[in-house]
Protein backbone atom coordinates (compact mmCIF):
# COMPACT_ATOMS: atom_id res chain seq x y z
CA UNK A 1 0.00 0.00 0.00
CA UNK A 2 1.03 3.93 -0.85
CA UNK A 3 1.28 5.20 2.56
CA UNK A 4 2.98 8.07 1.48
CA UNK A 5 0.96 8.87 -1.45
CA UNK A 6 -2.13 8.37 1.01
CA UNK A 7 -0.28 10.59 3.46
CA UNK A 8 0.18 13.55 0.54
CA UNK A 9 -3.46 13.06 -0.48
CA UNK A 10 -4.62 13.79 3.36
CA UNK A 11 -2.33 17.02 3.40
CA UNK A 12 -3.10 18.20 0.23
CA UNK A 13 -6.73 18.04 1.41
CA UNK A 14 -6.33 19.78 4.53
CA UNK A 15 -4.61 22.42 3.35
CA UNK A 16 -6.84 23.44 0.99
CA UNK A 17 -9.60 23.22 3.79
CA UNK A 18 -7.34 25.62 5.80
CA UNK A 19 -7.50 28.36 2.78
CA UNK A 20 -9.72 31.54 3.22
CA UNK A 21 -11.01 30.98 -0.21
CA UNK A 22 -12.84 27.69 1.43
CA UNK A 23 -16.45 28.68 2.05
CA UNK A 24 -17.07 26.03 4.37
CA UNK A 25 -13.91 26.53 6.56
CA UNK A 26 -11.37 24.10 8.50
CA UNK A 27 -14.55 22.41 9.62
CA UNK A 28 -15.13 20.57 6.64
CA UNK A 29 -12.00 18.69 6.93
CA UNK A 30 -12.49 17.65 10.58
CA UNK A 31 -16.49 17.16 10.44
CA UNK A 32 -16.68 14.92 6.02
CA UNK A 33 -13.26 14.56 5.11
CA UNK A 34 -12.02 12.38 8.47
CA UNK A 35 -15.33 10.30 9.55
CA UNK A 36 -15.81 10.07 5.43
CA UNK A 37 -12.04 8.40 5.77
CA UNK A 38 -12.92 6.48 8.49
CA UNK A 39 -16.11 5.44 7.53
CA UNK A 40 -14.71 4.08 4.10
CA UNK A 41 -11.69 1.99 5.99
CA UNK A 42 -14.51 0.54 7.66
CA UNK A 43 -16.30 -0.71 4.92
CA UNK A 44 -12.97 -1.88 3.14
CA UNK A 45 -12.26 -3.86 6.04
CA UNK A 46 -15.69 -5.77 6.30
CA UNK A 47 -16.13 -5.66 2.62
CA UNK A 48 -12.33 -6.62 1.61
CA UNK A 49 -11.82 -3.69 -0.90
CA UNK A 50 -8.38 -2.06 -1.76
CA UNK A 51 -7.12 -0.01 1.16
CA UNK A 52 -4.90 1.70 -1.34
CA UNK A 53 -7.73 2.91 -3.43
CA UNK A 54 -10.15 3.85 -1.06
CA UNK A 55 -8.19 5.93 0.76
CA UNK A 56 -6.99 7.64 -1.98
CA UNK A 57 -10.45 8.15 -3.29
CA UNK A 58 -11.57 9.20 -0.05
CA UNK A 59 -9.25 11.85 0.46
CA UNK A 60 -9.97 13.29 -2.50
CA UNK A 61 -13.52 12.67 -3.49
CA UNK A 62 -14.68 16.49 -3.00
CA UNK A 63 -11.73 18.28 -3.09
CA UNK A 64 -13.64 20.75 -5.74
CA UNK A 65 -16.35 21.44 -3.04
CA UNK A 66 -13.56 23.61 -1.16
CA UNK A 67 -12.04 25.16 -4.56
CA UNK A 68 -14.01 25.78 -6.94
CA UNK A 69 -17.87 24.59 -5.88
CA UNK A 70 -20.56 22.03 -4.99
CA UNK A 71 -22.07 22.10 -8.82
CA UNK A 72 -20.44 18.53 -10.50
CA UNK A 73 -18.41 18.47 -7.83
CA UNK A 74 -17.87 14.80 -8.40
CA UNK A 75 -16.57 15.30 -11.82
CA UNK A 76 -14.28 18.33 -11.11
CA UNK A 77 -13.01 16.65 -8.11
CA UNK A 78 -11.88 13.69 -10.60
CA UNK A 79 -10.35 16.58 -12.87
CA UNK A 80 -8.32 17.76 -9.85
CA UNK A 81 -7.35 14.31 -8.43
CA UNK A 82 -6.06 13.38 -11.66
CA UNK A 83 -3.77 16.26 -11.98
CA UNK A 84 -2.88 15.77 -8.44
CA UNK A 85 -2.24 11.74 -9.04
CA UNK A 86 -0.21 12.46 -12.48
CA UNK A 87 2.11 14.85 -10.64
CA UNK A 88 2.63 11.77 -8.04
CA UNK A 89 3.15 9.47 -11.01
CA UNK A 90 0.64 7.57 -9.65
CA UNK A 91 -0.01 4.08 -11.40
CA UNK A 92 -2.68 4.66 -14.27
CA UNK A 93 -4.30 2.09 -13.76
CA UNK A 94 -4.98 2.33 -10.25
CA UNK A 95 -6.08 6.34 -11.39
CA UNK A 96 -8.74 5.26 -13.35
CA UNK A 97 -10.15 3.55 -10.58
CA UNK A 98 -9.86 6.45 -8.40
CA UNK A 99 -11.18 8.43 -10.57
CA UNK A 100 -14.07 6.31 -11.25
CA UNK A 101 -15.01 6.20 -7.32
CA UNK A 102 -14.70 10.07 -7.24
CA UNK A 103 -16.96 10.78 -10.60
CA UNK A 104 -19.65 8.04 -8.91
CA UNK A 105 -19.75 8.65 -5.35
CA UNK A 106 -22.80 11.15 -5.17
CA UNK A 107 -26.19 9.40 -4.49
CA UNK A 108 -28.07 11.79 -6.23
CA UNK A 109 -26.63 11.18 -9.45
CA UNK A 110 -27.60 7.68 -11.43
CA UNK A 111 -24.19 6.60 -12.12
CA UNK A 112 -23.77 2.01 -12.61
CA UNK A 113 -21.46 2.14 -10.00
CA UNK A 114 -19.59 -1.63 -10.97
CA UNK A 115 -16.81 -1.87 -8.77
CA UNK A 116 -16.41 -2.54 -4.74
CA UNK A 117 -14.56 0.33 -4.34
CA UNK A 118 -16.96 2.56 -5.98
CA UNK A 119 -19.80 1.55 -3.70
CA UNK A 120 -17.98 1.73 -0.74
CA UNK A 121 -16.66 5.63 -1.16
CA UNK A 122 -20.55 6.19 -2.11
CA UNK A 123 -21.85 4.71 1.11
CA UNK A 124 -19.25 6.41 3.28
CA UNK A 125 -20.20 9.84 2.05
CA UNK A 126 -23.94 9.01 2.18
CA UNK A 127 -23.02 7.83 5.49
CA UNK A 128 -21.32 10.84 6.57
CA UNK A 129 -24.72 13.02 5.83
CA UNK A 130 -26.20 11.24 8.88
CA UNK A 131 -23.56 11.96 10.81
CA UNK A 132 -23.29 15.53 10.94
CA UNK A 133 -27.09 16.69 11.08
CA UNK A 134 -26.17 19.96 12.30
CA UNK A 135 -24.63 20.68 9.22
CA UNK A 136 -27.53 19.76 7.02
CA UNK A 137 -29.85 22.09 9.08
CA UNK A 138 -26.92 24.78 8.82
CA UNK A 139 -27.42 24.29 4.72
CA UNK A 140 -31.17 24.11 5.01
CA UNK A 141 -31.77 27.18 7.44
CA UNK A 142 -28.81 29.67 6.47
CA UNK A 143 -27.93 28.87 2.84
CA UNK A 144 -31.56 27.22 1.54
CA UNK A 145 -32.93 30.00 3.84
CA UNK A 146 -35.97 27.53 4.01
CA UNK A 147 -38.07 27.46 7.25
CA UNK A 148 -37.76 25.19 10.04
CA UNK A 149 -40.53 22.95 8.91
CA UNK A 150 -39.29 23.03 5.37
CA UNK A 151 -35.88 22.23 6.66
CA UNK A 152 -36.95 19.07 8.30
CA UNK A 153 -38.87 17.89 5.48
CA UNK A 154 -35.62 18.25 2.86
CA UNK A 155 -33.46 16.51 5.26
CA UNK A 156 -36.18 13.84 6.10
CA UNK A 157 -36.41 13.28 1.99
CA UNK A 158 -32.31 13.63 1.71
CA UNK A 159 -31.98 10.99 4.45
CA UNK A 160 -34.47 8.31 3.46
CA UNK A 161 -32.90 8.91 -0.58
CA UNK A 162 -29.00 7.92 1.17
CA UNK A 163 -30.76 5.58 3.14
CA UNK A 164 -31.89 3.34 0.30
CA UNK A 165 -29.33 4.04 -2.18
CA UNK A 166 -27.15 1.77 0.26
CA UNK A 167 -25.44 -0.73 -1.44
CA UNK A 168 -24.67 -2.80 1.46
CA UNK A 169 -26.10 -4.11 4.50
CA UNK A 170 -22.75 -3.47 6.57
CA UNK A 171 -23.86 0.17 5.33
CA UNK A 172 -26.60 -0.12 6.79
CA UNK A 173 -25.73 -1.50 9.88
CA UNK A 174 -23.45 1.46 10.58
CA UNK A 175 -26.25 4.19 10.27
CA UNK A 176 -29.47 2.67 11.66
CA UNK A 177 -29.90 3.92 15.01
CA UNK A 178 -29.03 7.63 13.29
CA UNK A 179 -31.35 6.74 10.31
CA UNK A 180 -34.03 5.76 13.01
CA UNK A 181 -33.48 8.62 14.80
CA UNK A 182 -33.56 11.29 12.25
CA UNK A 183 -37.13 10.19 10.69
CA UNK A 184 -38.36 10.28 14.47
CA UNK A 185 -37.47 13.75 15.27
CA UNK A 186 -38.02 14.48 11.08
CA UNK A 187 -42.27 13.29 11.93
CA UNK A 188 -42.16 15.23 15.34
CA UNK A 189 -41.44 18.35 13.69
CA UNK A 190 -42.93 18.16 10.82
CA UNK A 191 -46.60 17.04 12.42
CA UNK A 192 -49.06 19.41 12.04
Known sequence: MNKVLIEKARKFVESECRKPTNKYGYGLYVEHFVPMQ???KKLCHKLAGNPEIISIAAWLHDI???MIGRKDHHLTSARIAR???EKQNYDPQKTTIVLACIEHHRQSTSFNRETLEEKIIAD???ICNFDMLPGLFYVTLVVEKLTPILAAKSIKKKLEN????LHFNESKKLVK???QATMLLSEEITKP
Open 38 to 40: NHA
Open 64 to 66: DSM
Open 83 to 85: DFL
Open 124 to 126: ADA
Open 162 to 165: KWRR
Open 177 to 179: PKY
